[in-house]
């Protein structure tokens, strides 16, 4: 999900302010000041000089779900680090016993 949303961050100049064009109404288009582009959170965002912005280019549902995919790895892997504990402490608790 990460690739996706920078895929669509790669772009030269001229495609940028194409993105920026196309994400603003043509009356703003004309006052494009600035850019900014983010990794983390994904987003690109077009600043224009009466001081609004813009998110352009990456899609609004890239963000949201890196969100609910970085929490479902989190809370994975703590299962998976409780479960080979317990499995450890089973094994362990079976050798005694033997």
Same mark, same amino acid.
């Given at each position: 999900?990460?690739?996706?949303?920078?895929?669509?961050?790669?772009?030269?100049?001229?495609?940028?302010?194409?993105?920026?064009?196309?994400?603003?109404? /043509?009356?703003?288009?004309?006052?494009?000041?600035?850019?900014?582009?983010?990794?983390?959170?994904?987003?690109?965002?077009?600043?224009?000089?009466?001081?609004?912005?813009?998110? /352009?280019?990456?899609?609004?549902?890239?963000?949201?779900?890196?969100?609910?995919?970085?929490?479902?790895?989190?809370?994975?892997?703590?299962?998976?680090?409780?479960?080979?504990?317990?499995?450890?402490?089973?094994?362990?608790?079976?050798?005694?016993?033997?």
């Amino acid at each position: 999900m990460y690739v996706w949303g920078a895929v669509h961050l790669v772009r030269d100049e001229t495609m940028t302010n194409q993105a920026c064009r196309d994400a603003m109404p /043509a009356a703003q288009a004309a006052h494009l000041s600035g850019v900014d582009v983010s990794l983390l959170p994904v987003h690109l965002n077009c600043y224009v000089t009466e001081g609004g912005s813009y998110a /352009a280019a990456v899609p609004g549902y890239v963000n949201p779900a890196l969100l609910g995919l970085a929490l479902t790895a989190v809370v994975l892997g703590v299962f998976a680090a409780l479960e080979s504990e317990r499995r450890a402490r089973d094994n362990f608790t079976k050798r005694e016993v033997s």
